[in-house]
């Protein structure tokens, strides 16, 4: 589809459905074909909408954005957990011009309005011969979802908002995508220039909602607690254990959860 999102790069090839099964595996089976790096797949409907740790991300029609981004960078594998935390940036950076209300990170990947989540970035990658073939970003944003069972299910109710509920007025689903398309791409110019978040890392600090707060770390080997103190370049969360040793914690198979609940 030609579409203009006022990019260099990212969105040049840009693939719209009204309904698809995730975004991710179709952006995964283009990536396999000759795409560009920076292409943006996004649909109106998923049917099977992926989240993180192999759960599902409900995904219903006419209210929310669904979209992910096909990267093809020529850096390592291991600089790519990195870009999740980009995306968070540029999300929530876009929120907060578009909408006009503050938006926080819960590390490494949820954006947060009023300590309740409002989006989810799930990255996959895939390798070949020690070097990145292909990483897919795909991100799930809450946008005018009413506050009825039907769009916020029991499970989710005390964690999850959307921007409509946050701010009472409905958000335009298209002009919120291009400012988030845009901030990405100046976000990742940066993380590119160092190959890790220096030059992100006040920003996103600053946006850290666990920040010098207690929290769990669920680590499948075991869970423990201590306080969040922010990131390090690499993007590891540093939480300050009660004898105070810091430790780093490497995104992959943990997520952090408040003392009392999600944040
Ligand atoms: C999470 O668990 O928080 C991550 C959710 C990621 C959901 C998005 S929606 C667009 C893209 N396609 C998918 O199937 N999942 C991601």
Redesign the pocket.
Known sequence: MERSFHTAWVGNEFYYFDEID????EAKRLAQKNTLHGTVVAADK?S??????G?S?Q?PSGRDI???IILKPDFSPECASGLTLVMALAVSRAVEEHCGIRAQIKWP??VVVNGKKVC???TEMCVETAAISYVII???INVNRQDTPEEFPKEIRNTATSLFLEKGTVIDRESLLQKILQSFEAYYGQYVKHLSMEQLLEEYNTRLVNRNRQVRVLDPKGEWGGIARGINRQGELLVEKENGTVMQVYAGEVSVRGLYGYV
Do not use: C, E, M, V
């Not at 995730?22 to 595996?25: G, L, V, W």
């Open positions: 995730s975004t991710n595996a998923q099977a909408g992926k989240g993180r740790h759960r991300w995904s669904y979209f992910s990947n949820d989810g970035i799930l795909g991100t799930g």
